[in-house]
């Protein structure tokens, strides 16, 4: 065999093996399942089915968050806040992450952190105004994933009964 041939046949395993070992890598990436619950994002709130004019095919994957009371959202989960933007309607949309999943909060009155801020779970992230309603949704890279799975929105039992 030849130098030339050698190099070339080393070069050809050597690109083998990084392209078989960085596909084993995005493998177990996309494979790779949500295992937390997530905080409610109210304190004093409840979520319900999207009330839509129409239904969506594939079903719109979101939560409406309502609350009782002017209230502040939290964060449902320890992330960093990758965009802050106004919204047309005058309120602003939050979007924070965690490795590969995506938290969308729209419909926040007044945002209280920063971009690329390091957040916690239960940490306020802005206000809300009673009479509105946020949507909350969850986005695995860029597939929108069912919230509902995983949020912790339960009203305890002594304000169920305080709002009755």
């Given at each position: 065999m030849k130098l030339n041939q050698i190099i070339l046949l080393t070069a050809g395993l050597i690109f083998f093996s990084i392209t078989t070992l960085n596909a084993q890598k995005d493998k177990g990436k996309k494979?790779?399942?949500?295992?937390?619950?997530?905080?409610?994002?109210?304190?004093?709130?409840?979520?319900?089915?999207?009330?839509?004019?129409?239904?969506?095919?594939?079903?719109?994957?979101?939560?409406?968050?309502?609350?009782?009371?002017?209230?502040?959202?939290?964060?449902?989960?320890?992330?960093?806040?990758?965009?802050?933007?106004?919204?047309?309607?005058?309120?602003?949309?939050?979007?924070?992450?965690?490795?590969?999943?995506?938290?969308w909060y729209y419909g926040i009155k007044r945002a209280l952190v920063n971009i690329n801020q390091q957040i916690k779970a239960g940490q306020v992230i802005g206000t809300y105004t009673f009479g509105q309603e946020m949507e909350f949704r969850m986005f695995k890279d860029e597939v929108p994933m069912d919230p509902r799975e995983f949020l912790e929105c339960k009203i305890q039992e002594e304000q169920s009964q305080g709002m009755k």
């Amino acid at each position: 065999m030849k130098l030339n041939q050698i190099i070339l046949l080393t070069a050809g395993l050597i690109f083998f093996s990084i392209t078989t070992l960085n596909a084993q890598k995005d493998k177990g990436k996309k494979d790779e399942k949500f295992d937390k619950k997530l905080l409610c994002p109210f304190e004093h709130g409840m979520g319900r089915e999207p009330k839509e004019a129409f239904t969506w095919d594939p079903p719109d994957k979101k939560v409406i968050m309502v609350s009782q009371v002017d209230s502040a959202i939290r964060s449902c989960i320890d992330a960093k806040v990758l965009s802050i933007n106004p919204t047309e309607d005058g309120r602003y949309e939050i979007v924070v992450y965690y490795k590969d999943f995506y938290f969308w909060y729209y419909g926040i009155k007044r945002a209280l952190v920063n971009i690329n801020q390091q957040i916690k779970a239960g940490q306020v992230i802005g206000t809300y105004t009673f009479g509105q309603e946020m949507e909350f949704r969850m986005f695995k890279d860029e597939v929108p994933m069912d919230p509902r799975e995983f949020l912790e929105c339960k009203i305890q039992e002594e304000q169920s009964q305080g709002m009755k």
